[in-house]
Structure formats: structure tokens, C-alpha cells
């Protein structure tokens, strides 16, 4: 810190794995509803969630920060408190960065892992017959933005349907699991939503898949949430939950664990051979899943 | 490239060194006047600089771009012709980046290189006796974005004192001689005009400086320009130059050459204990350095 650039010493035997992020004011996040702390948070977590795609360990971040000289006082202080609580949170000390004034907020994140050598995961390897799980439970970021957009009053951030929104975890521990067992033959995080993001790993793997709705770790909606929202639309095309997509070798499928450290891993459906992205409803029908997920160029 | 981080192999007994830096339209270059092959040109020669000024060697490089509809046909493609000519220029090929939507176009590059271990360049290191060094001549970019900004025509890429400002060099080979030879005890690059480079530099290595104003590589401005501009002040104001300043123990001083492939190294001054930045004049007077080069905050 302070140099030019910064200094990293690579561990023997290891690859270095690179990734970078942005979080832009009005595009990413409303500066009038999301806590500050959160910002800081998040950028870390879903820059270090590109990591745990790959199978990779965090290692160091560098932040590209502008803002308003209104923002440098008690908005950036609270935003330093989120990252520095991210960064320990995921053993990734800061290591550098540029600063700038600007009239909006905007945030660039790279994020520096590690990976023993020939042990990263790709998004292309998934072959016809493999299984495909996904972690945790899908929707439930989603679920928290709708519920901001929503309530005019200052955010709550002690709401426990808002913490997957303002607080995400990157699944670091499975995604570095998944790497040492060599169990995925592909992987990738969940960012822009199941029906946008699960096409990609299709696309790199020259393979279709088969998944089935009710299958789906959609949330469990009650009372009022459940008229509003419907968890399956949520899981299919809700954002920013982070969550991994991993494919295994129909031999390996059953040294998946139910859970890993309280996380759910669950099997929704199988890779084919032809090309197509089908969600099998409940009644069996054979659905294309279209991309509703998160668009930057749609928005 | 196509998956959620960048994988490199880090070369024996090297060291990663890592930098990234803000180009944004409206507070580094403005869409009417800059051409937009420049742009592509100077977002990645400019993070190149940061490791020139460690002695580290590029490696590659990821590109965050945000940008509006509007300029994703004829401006993208003008710019990515100017980022693949420096790419190829410096030898750092794209091994990632990050692509969003915007109303106006933000860029920021994270550049990665390599030094060998122990061979890096700090800021810190200076010391009473050493003499101080830049590169090239200083304040040729301010000259060209003044020219720039003078001018209501369509820029004209072919004037030759804009080249500067809008193809800046990295003093790549420079930087690494220096630490090949572990010439320099300190060294920086001059992004933001020696004025506010020069306290830095001091800072870092808790020293002084005096620099006399005759020995500083100004431009030598003719015709018109020598009546609109002082040469002297765009070399100690003006930001952008991308050279690079560094010190060298008084034994060492006959070891610098005048000049390496073509760009000359001039000896502008002595670093002292007592620590003020001083300008020594022609007639030995002692002015105290302001700091006025390029202040984002200040604008």
C-alpha cells in the first residue's frame, strides 16, 4: 500500500486466479436504500464469489473507489466498515487501489486467489449423464431487493429477508472443497440468476440439461410474501444470490454431502447431450427455460 | 477468458505485482475530443506506467468497461483497436475484465506483472545524497490536452504534440533496467505532474529535495506555443507525462546513461535530509514546491 502497485509473493505450486467486479451507484445499488456497510460488504463478497467458482482460495483485493466529497465522510467510514468486516470475514486483506472523485459512487473490486495447480474448475467440462446441484437456497436475494424497492421507510437491516441482499456469502469453503475432492466437472457461480446464468455453463461445456422445478431449493414463502411473490420465478430468475452451480460424474454423486457447513447442496437434474435448456414442471412438461435473469444492458 | 476469473501461472522465483487504475469519461477524457482508439491506448499503457515505476515486467491485463448502447458499435470497436495496440505494444495480453451498462463510459484496468524476487522498486528507499533522475522530457501531455481543449475542431491525431497525451509511453524497459542493475533506491512514475509526484516520492522515504529549475527536461515550445505556455511550468505541473522519477546513490550516478533507446535520463537534483521539496532558480534562489499537478478531488 502506498506504491505504485502491489507486491505478492506467489506460493509454490499454486496458480494465481484473477477476477474483477463492478458496483455502480443507480445500476448495482440506490444510495438512498442500501446501508452503506453493505456496499462495502458486498463488492468484496461477490468479487471473491468469482473465486469460489474456480475453486479458488482468496488471497488479496484491490479497490477502485470514486465518489462525491459528500460521500467521504460518514457514508465512506461505513463503508469501510463492511469491507473490513467482509475482508476478514473471507481472510482477504486489502492490498492496494485508486481513488477518484466523481459525482456518483462507483466501485471496481479485483480480487487476487489461489488454486494448486490443475485443481482450478472450469465452466466447460460438464459431459451428458452428469449430475447438477446447486447450493444453498435460490431466490432469496432477489426476495430482499423486491422487498427494498418496495418499503419507502429507511432499509432494515436487521430483517432477516434482507441479510442475502445486503450481506452475501461467497461460498468459498464448498467451492474450494469441490476443487481438493476434484468432484465438479464444472462450475460456476450464481450471479445473474439460474435461468440467465445456467445457458453459460451449457455454452462452454457444448452440452444442454434437464432440470426439474420441483427440485429447485426455492424459498418458502409465508403469509404475505407468499401472495406477492412466487419462489419458483424468484429461483429461476432472481440475482445476486451467489449460490455455486457444479456438475458431478454420475460415479461421484454420491460423495456429495447433503450439506456442507449448513449449506444445502442439492441435485436439480441431469446434463444431456442435445444442446436445449429444458425445466421439467411438476406435470412433466418439457419447458425451454428463457434468460429472465439480471441484464446490465436491459435493465 | 469466458469464465468467472483469469488463471495464471506465475513464473519461479518472481514476485506478482498488481495495479489498477480509473479512466473515466468526463474526469480523465472527454467523448468529443479524445479519440476513442486513444482511449483504449491510454486506460492500459497508463496502468502499465504503475509497474514501470516498480521495475516489473507486464504480464496481463483485465478490462472493467462500462458503457452506454450508443457507444458499443463504432467506439468500441476504435477503442479496442487502440487496447489491442498497446496490448501487443507492451506485450500484456487481456486475460479478463468485466462488462456492464452505462450512461457514460467507465473504465478501469488491473495490470499484472512480474519482477524477481527482491528486485521490486518502492517509493521508500531515498536517501540523503542521491540524486534524483526523470525520464523523457515532462510536460509534453499537458501540452497536448491544453491544444486539445484550445481547439473546437476535430482532433488531430497526427499533430505530433498531442502524440503524448493521447499514446502515452510506459517506461517499461527503463523500469526494468533500473532493476535489473538495482540502479535505483527509489522510484515512482509521474502521473500527476512532479509538483505533487516529487512530496510523494519524499514522503515515502522521509527526505527532502532541491531540484533546480535549469536542469528539469522541459519542452523546448516554439513559434506560438512559446507565447501561450511557460515550458517550465507544464514540466512541473502538467500530469499525464507517465515518466518516470527515481533516485541513485551517489556512486551509481556515473553507471546512468544519458539516454536508453532514445529517452534520455536527466539528473535534476539532489535528495537531502531536511524534508522540504525545494526549487533551486537560475539566479539560486530557494522557492518551496507547490503541489499543483492533477488533483482528482480538486478538479
Not at 483485493?61 to 460521500?71: D, H, I
Not at 466501485?107 to 489461489?114: F, P
Not at 474450494?176 to 453459460?200: F, I, V
Not at 427440485?215 to 430468475?237: H, M, N, Q, V, Y
Request: aromatic share 4%.
Amino acid at each position: 500500500m502506498g506504491d505504485d502497485a502491489a507486491i505478492i509473493r506467489p506460493r509454490a505450486g499454486h496458480e494465481t486466479i484473477l477476477t474483477c467486479d463492478w458496483l455502480l451507484e443507480g445500476s448495482h445499488f440506490l444510495l438512498d436504500r442500501h446501508p452503506a456497510d453493505s456496499i462495502g460488504w458486498k463488492c468484496l463478497a461477490r468479487a471473491a464469489s468469482d473465486l469460489a467458482a474456480m475453486g479458488a482460495e482468496p488471497r488479496c483485493f484491490l479497490l477502485s473507489l470514486a465518489l462525491p466529497a459528500a460521500a467521504s465522510g460518514i457514508w465512506l467510514d461505513e463503508f469501510l466498515r463492511g469491507l473490513r468486516a467482509a475482508s476478514r470475514h473471507l481472510n482477504c486483506p486489502a492490498a492496494g487501489g485508486d481513488t477518484t472523485g466523481r459525482d456518483q459512487i462507483l466501485i471496481n473490486t479485483t480480487v487476487v486467489g489461489e488454486c494448486r495447480r490443475g485443481r482450478t474448475i472450469l465452466r466447460k467440462g460438464a459431459k451428458p449423464g452428469d449430475a447438477i446441484f446447486v447450493s444453498g437456497r435460490l431466490g432469496e436475494a432477489e426476495l430482499g431487493l423486491r422487498l427494498i424497492r418496495r418499503d419507502k421507510r429507511r432499509t432494515n437491516k436487521g430483517d432477516a429477508r434482507l441479510r442475502k441482499h445486503l450481506y452475501p456469502e461467497a461460498r468459498l469453503g464448498i467451492g474450494a472443497w469441490l476443487a481438493r475432492q476434484r468432484l465438479a466437472t464444472a462450475m460456476m457461480d450464481l450471479s445473474d440468476g439460474l435461468s440467465s446464468d445456467l445457458p453459460r455453463l451449457c455454452a462452454a461445456s457444448g452440452v444442454g440439461v434437464r432440470i426439474e422445478s420441483q427440485r429447485i431449493p426455492a424459498l418458502r414463502l409465508s403469509g404475505l410474501d407468499a401472495k406477492k411473490f412466487d419462489a419458483l420465478e424468484l429461483a429461476l430468475d432472481g440475482g445476486d444470490d451467489y449460490e455455486l452451480l457444479f456438475t458431478v460424474a454420475p460415479e461421484n454423486i454420491s460423495r456429495i454431502p447433503r450439506s456442507i457447513a449448513g449449506t444445502p447442496l442439492t441435485l436439480i437434474g441431469r446434463v444431456v447431450r442435445e444442446t436445449k435448456v429444458l425445466l421439467i414442471s411438476e406435470s412433466r412438461e418439457e419447458i425451454p427455460l428463457a434468460k429472465k435473469g439480471w441484464d446490465p444492458f436491459r435493465k
